[in-house]
């Protein structure tokens, strides 16, 4: 029984890292038909809202605090994936996107997402699927940064690689998550038959002649 216990375990371990695996296969292919459908719709960073922003002479944007804040209003379209191209004068941190679903539905941490840092230098943005009202973009979280935007896209066309992308996170997420469910899965099962043990065997049917 002992010699048994480590191909249960290898096996489920394999089970589980099968499943990740396919789990993350359909997951992509069912988005990239979805993606591909929507059109592209360019965004003017010079028509938005500005808030603790100055817009310079040459185009270029300056945060005027730590919550400087681009928003764009009466978008009223389905968005998935938003990519955004800039420079800054120094590291922006953390790159937020915000939006809301309907008129008058104010923003909030709910309805964030954070920019992935793409190989060609843009930040892309992966919304939950849905009809979306407003965005808000808020480039960086210091004060007296420089910001010059050269494309903010909605629902850019992206690579079909893009939806099986590689990432730091992925792997950690893939050499982790499948590891701990098949720990959570062998311990159940050796809870259960841990039970099944000590059950009480039933007597035989039938007395011996006495």
């Known amino acids: 029984m002992k010699r048994r216990k480590p191909k ?3 096996r489920l371990l394999l089970l589980c890292y099968a499943v ?8 992509g292919a069912v988005h990239m038909p979805g993606d591909a459908r929507r059109q592209p719709q360019a965004l003017s960073p010079g028509e938005a809202e ?5 817009l310079a002479q040459d185009g270029s944007f300056v945060t005027e605090g730590i919550d400087a804040q681009l928003v764009f209003s009466g ?3 389905p968005v998935r994936t938003v990519r955004l191209r ?21 923003f ?21 699927a849905g009809q979306v009202h407003a965005l808000r973009l808020d480039p960086g979280t210091a004060g007296g940064n420089t910001v010059v935007i ?10 079909a690689h893009s ?13 982790v998550v499948p590891a701990l469910a098949c720990c959570g899965f062998y311990t159940i099962i050796e809870l259960v038959l841990a039970l099944a043990a000590r059950r009480p065997k039933r007597a035989g049917a039938g007395g011996g002649a006495t």
């Open 8 to 10: 249960l375990q290898t």
């Open 20 to 27: 990740f695996l396919l789990a993350w296969g359909v997951g």
């Open 50 to 54: 500005m808030h603790n922003l100055a």
């Open 75 to 77: 978008i009223d379209a």
């Open 86 to 106: 800039a420079a800054f004068a120094w590291d922006p941190g953390e790159m937020e996107l915000f939006y809301s679903r309907k008129e008058g539905q104010g």
């Open 108 to 128: 909030s941490v709910r309805q964030r997402v954070i920019g992935v840092p793409q190989n060609d230098g843009s930040w892309l943005y992966t919304l939950p």
């Open 150 to 159: 050269d494309e903010l896209v909605l629902n850019p066309r992206l690579p």
């Open 163 to 175: 939806y099986f992308g590689l990432s730091l996170r992925w792997l950690v997420t893939m050499a």
